[in-house]
Structure formats: C-alpha cells, structure tokens
C-alpha cells in the first residue's frame, strides 16, 4: 500500500507560486491544449516542447522534481507494458526477435512517444490538482462550461460533481492507510511471497475501503440535503475568477507551445498530400 502513500494526483498543495496564484480557468485551458497535442500527435517536436514545458510549469510551481515523480512509479507497469506492446505489435523494419516476437524500430519509436505522451499527461494532471483547490478548480469548470447551461446542460451539478470526487482522493487514500496499518498490527501478511494470500490480504483492505466510503457518501448526502442544497445555478461564490497579466502570459505560452506546432505540422502535411492526390 506504499502506492497509495506515494500517489500525488488529486492531493492539493497549497503554496504561494506564480502557477498556484494563476487563474483556474487558465489552468484547465492550458491543460487541455497540452493534453489535446499530444493525444493528437506522436510529432517529436511537440512531445518534446510539452516536456519542456511541463519541466518549466514544475519549476515555477516551487515543487521540487522528486516529490511529482514520486507519483510515477506505480504507472511504471502501464508505461512498460505499453512500450513492449508497440515495440512487438507495429510493422517495419526489423530490429531484432524474442522468440516469436519480432522487435521493430517504427516499434521502438512509437513506444517511447507513447510512453513519453502517458508521462506528459499523469505529470500535467498532477501539477493541475497539486496548484489548484478543489473548489477553485470547479469554479474554473463551471465558467468554461456556462455556455452549456444555456443548452440546459447541468453545469453547477458537474461542477458540484468534480469537487466531490477530488475531494474524496486524500480521503480514501488516508482510510487505506489507516486500515492497512491496522491489518498490519494484525499480523496480515501484506509481503506473503504467495501471490494468493496477498490478494486476500488486499481485500481485506478494499471491502472495508468500499464500505466507508458508501458510508461516507449517505452522510454527505444527508449533510448537503440538511442544509436544503437543491442546486442549480443560484448560488454565490466567495471570490469572484479574474484574469490578470500573469494569465495572459501563461495562455499565451500554452497555446505556442501545444496549439501552433500541430497547426504548422498539419498545415505542411496538407499540401504534400495533395499533391500525391494529384499524381
């Protein structure tokens, strides 16, 4: 359960940066340009520019490196078993063979983007939960979304929705701690070299963790429909969302780096394509 102790998305860190104090709408905007570039395109430039970039948003965030990657090593799996799965799975130009596996160098370069386009996206979440609050980062949503509740679309609901959830994570990660203490002192054998023992062992977290939880759920309902919350768009905030230079600057940078890379690369691919329609 060291995962669950180690793992920083969905866990606030206040603090006083420049990415802390910008706008959450700014936040959200330049993480979907950064997650729509690289889910877009497996171009190296634009991988590498949003790697940068997030290097440069880690840095001015006053967090240090480790403690963000921390996070990382329990995705090692996913990244590893993503990277072999390119490696033996796209055709092109052999490299070398593992048995009935044939290892190609397209492989090899399609896992390491892929590998590097799931890193750029858990680090990019990380730092958005880390610098913003939940109940800042539902008040950016629900701005960028009110166009929607024009639709009818229940925005407030949604944004309701977020807030709960992020709130939730630190939550449930502190009452897996505390009961994986407590199966400890119980003599549980969470490092049984036996894989079935153990399963039994992370059970016997998770069925308590899931009881609580829905236990929890029933008392914030009950606390919410006590204090006659009905929803909807009626409702205040304490401060209001405001552009400043800062957010300029920060949408500016975000959209150069993600956004105008992709238009230039789709906008030379175009012209070579037509051509070739043309012959």
Known sequence: MKMM????????????????????RTKLLGWLAMVTAILVSYSWPVLLLNTGLIFLVIYLAQTSLSSVMRGVKWLWIIFIFSFVAQCVCTQGVHL??????????????RGLSTFLRLLILFLSSTILTMTT??????????????????????VNEFAMLITISLRFIPTLLEE??????????????????KKLVRLKTTLAVLIPLVVGSLQ???DL???MESRCYTGGPHHSRTKKLRFCRYDVAALFVSIAVSI??????????????SLQSLR
Not at 14 to 19: F, Q, V
Not at 100 to 107: F, N, R, S
Not at 182 to 188: C, E, F, H, P, Y
């Open 176 to 193: 897996a701690e505390t009961i994986t203490r407590a199966q400890k002192s119980r003599g549980a054998p969470f490092t049984s070299p």
């Open 221 to 223: 309902a009950a606390a």
């Open 133 to 154: 609050s939940p109940m800042k980062l539902a008040g950016g949503l629900e701005a960028l979304l009110a166009p929607l509740a024009r639709l009818g679309a229940p």
């Open 5 to 24: 102790k180690r793992m920083k998305l969905g866990r606030y860190m206040p603090g006083n940066s420049i990415i802390h104090q910008l706008d959450p």
């Open 260 to 273: 105008l890379p992709l238009i230039y690369i789709f906008g030379m691919s175009l012209p070579v394509q």
């Open 96 to 109: 070398f063979s593992l048995g009935p596996l044939t290892v190609t160098l397209e492989g090899v370069y």
């Open 216 to 218: 929890r759920a029933t």
